[in-house]
T-cell receptor, first 113, second 115 residues
Framework: AQSVTQPDIHITVSEGASLELRCNYS??????LFWYVQSPGQGLQLLLK??????LVQGIKGFEAEFKRSQSSFNLRKPSVHWSDAAEYFC???????????FGKGTMLLVSP | NAGVTQTPKFQVLKTGQSMTLQCAQD?????MSWYRQDPGMGLRLIHY???????DQGEVPNGYNVSRSTTEDFPLRLLSAAPSQTSVYFC??????????????FGQGTRLTVV
């Protein structure tokens, strides 16, 4: 069965410091990978997606993610975190032929002054 | 362009009551799905549909019914609400069949509390 692992439930980062959120997927076929962000009380906003091609993808708000097939990973990065980045982040995976996505349990990002 | 519209945005139910969460999309997507979001659990799939007249169960279908009579609408019915169904519900649509890519477009969610 498909699964997505986000090993960090909470992460605290100082404002201005760099960020990396981890995501691993389990299924071996060619994945379609997504990162979503959710601010408190809000809906899901798509940060970025990987379908094929360049394994380093750029998203909104200065985020990027790198697909590493050998490690089954799709980690999210940002070079300098802003207080407004405090939110919950979800990694998701989909596959051609499947009509739905499988989500990780999320990582809550806290930003300290 | 409205995208995926969910109504209501908030709802409080008493245990045992029934209700329908509405979901409509105007993008002519064949695929639609319902997820529930609970703290520490991420989003879990309740039911999904690959086209009008076709539905199937996801990971957590118990206590919910769906139907898909049109391409645009995919309502989720709670038959007899229980406190365990307190959650945030997200509807999504996907152009998968047209594009070959499982990209989901989400509604803004319905926050349901069952007391």
């Amino acid at each position: 069965a498909q699964s997505v692992t986000q090993p960090d439930i909470h992460i605290t980062v100082s404002e201005g410091a760099s960020l990396e959120l981890r995501c691993n997927y389990s299924y071996g076929a060619t994945p379609y990978l997504f990162w979503y962000v959710q601010s408190p009380g809000q809906g899901l906003q798509l940060l970025l997606k990987y379908f094929s091609g360049d394994t380093l993808v750029q998203g909104i708000k200065g985020f990027e993610a790198e697909f590493k097939r050998s490690q089954s990973s799709f980690n999210l990065r940002k070079p300098s975190v802003h207080w407004s980045d405090a939110a919950e982040y979800f990694c998701a995976v989909g596959y051609s032929g499947y009509s739905t996505l499988t989500f990780g349990k999320g990582t809550m990002l806290l930003v300290s002054p | 362009n409205a995208g995926v519209t969910q109504t209501p945005k908030f709802q409080v139910l008493k245990t045992g009551q029934s209700m329908t969460l509405q979901c409509a999309q105007d993008m002519n997507h064949e695929y639609m799905s319902w997820y529930r979001q609970d703290p520490g659990m991420g989003l879990r799939l309740i039911h999904y549909s690959v086209g009008a007249g076709i539905t199937d169960q996801g990971e957590v279908p118990n206590g919910y019914n769906v139907s898909r009579s049109t391409t645009e609408d995919f309502p989720l019915r709670l038959l007899s609400a229980a406190p365990s169904q307190t959650s945030v519900y997200f509807c999504a649509s996907s152009p998968h069949r047209q594009s070959g890519r499982p990209e989901a477009f989400f509604g803004q969610g319905t926050r349901l509390t069952v007391v």
